[in-house]
């Protein structure tokens, strides 16, 4: 409904946290579906609580295995305490030893493979405390080999030797992304988002004419709703770090697009705003 999300027909503001369950002592690396088991239950009970406490009313997840092994109890004990899921399918660029490493996400094999995948995974964690899915994480950062350039210099170039697997093409890539959250939408009912780096954009489109003022994540998504379908994109999720403010973010943003802008990440660094230094 514009700008504003609704949850059951009614008005939804939301207030959550990412939750990534690790028990100490273990690496949780990416994707920690696998300490959603019932194996793990004690740790779910006092981190729901606490939440509880908080009044959160959302958790993120990075991602949803591909096996259920016993997490059904878990989204019991979230939906028990009205809390809604963000469920998440990642994806990665295959590996140089893998048969498709030159394949893109957009051609057709590849697409239906990747699309059963996440209908598969969608049937198998289909439960009423799921609310939204993510089509991937960050597409935009070039540490993650989709998109970036290696004409670029400095953070933002592509640092794989065979470069990025989309280069600039970002169109070509955000319209497989639309395509994965039609499925999300139009056969599962849960809305459909993708989370975006707040990097800057590649320097070939730096000349564009831009309603945004120049906040990187905002056009971004300007950028991506110019050149893309983005239909099926219910809202833009971003994770940003830059210290004590936002800075332009929310004022670009309504400029960019007339989506929900959900901050899914957000952080500062060693650097103490307060004290100006380090701590």
């Not at 957009?106 to 899915?133: P, Y």
């Not at 999300?184 to 070939?204: I, Q, S």
């Amino acid at each position: 409904d514009g700008r504003l999300l609704r949850l059951d027909g009614r008005p939804f503001l939301m207030r959550g946290v990412t939750y990534a369950p690790t028990p100490p002592g273990d690496d949780p690396g990416w994707v920690s579906a696998d300490y959603l088991s019932s194996a793990y239950t004690s740790m779910h009970v006092r981190d729901l609580s606490l939440m509880e406490q908080m009044g959160l009313n959302t958790i993120r997840l990075y991602g949803a295995g591909a096996v259920e092994a016993g997490q059904a109890g878990f989204y019991d004990m979230v939906a028990n305490r009205s809390i809604g899921v963000i469920g998440a399918s990642d994806y990665s660029v295959p590996a140089d030893s893998d048969n498709r490493s030159c394949a893109r996400l957009s051609e057709m094999g590849v697409f239906a493979d990747e699309a059963a995948q996440l209908r598969a995974r969608l049937r198998l964690h289909n439960h009423s405390s799921l609310i939204m899915w993510t089509v991937g994480n960050e597409f935009n950062g070039a540490w993650n080999n989709w998109l970036g350039s290696q004409d670029e210099s400095g953070p933002d170039a592509c640092p794989s030797d065979a470069g990025c697997l989309f280069g600039d093409l970002v169109a070509e890539l955000f319209n497989a992304v639309n395509a994965l959250c039609g499925i999300v939408k139009n056969e599962f009912g849960l809305l459909c988002t993708h989370v975006l780096a707040d990097v800057p954009v590649p320097a070939r489109f730096a000349n564009e004419t831009w309603a945004t003022a120049g906040d990187d994540a905002a056009r971004w998504v300007e950028l991506i709703e110019r050149h893309a379908n983005t239909s099926n994109i219910d809202l833009w999720g971003v994770n940003t770090y830059r210290g004590g403010t936002f800075g332009s973010l929310f004022t670009d943003y309504a400029r960019a697009s007339s989506k929900p802008l959900l901050v899914l990440e957000y952080g500062v660094d060693a650097y103490d705003m307060a004290r100006r230094g380090e701590n």
